[in-house]
């Protein structure tokens, strides 16, 4: 059974940064396409940031500010955030592609505010 775990999140203050980290296990396979979503209340879940084979994109709201780093690390993904904001509060979620089918963790909060 594929298992997902988001660690990081945290409360931050305007400016500061915050590492989330996103690792998969129970599989021998590895995911072709890894993707960080977040939600705030009373919103939709949307796409921040994604890799699909080797590229990286972003939404235009991070764009600048957020990056999945360069780490070869087996069956890990990160997602840097720099100069948070206040609108960045929100559960940050993982989701994972194996074959045909999606994975999500259970989320990590993050918090901005002062």
């Known amino acids: 059974q594929v298992h997902v775990v988001e660690s990081g999140g945290g409360l931050v203050q305007p400016g500061e940064s915050l590492r989330l980290s996103c690792v998969y296990s129970g599989t021998r396979f590895t995911s072709t396409a890894m993707g960080w979503y977040r939600q705030a209340p009373g919103k939709q879940r949307e796409l921040v940031a994604s890799?699909?084979?080797?590229?990286?994109d972003y939404a235009d709201s991070v764009k600048g500010r957020f990056t999945i780093p360069r780490e070869n690390v087996k069956n890990t993904m990160y997602l840097q955030m720099n100069s948070l904001k206040p609108e960045d509060t929100a559960t940050y979620y993982c989701k994972i592609r194996i074959g045909s089918e999606n994975y999500w963790g259970q989320g990590t909060q993050v918090t901005v505010s002062t």
């Open positions: 890799i699909i084979g080797g590229k990286r």
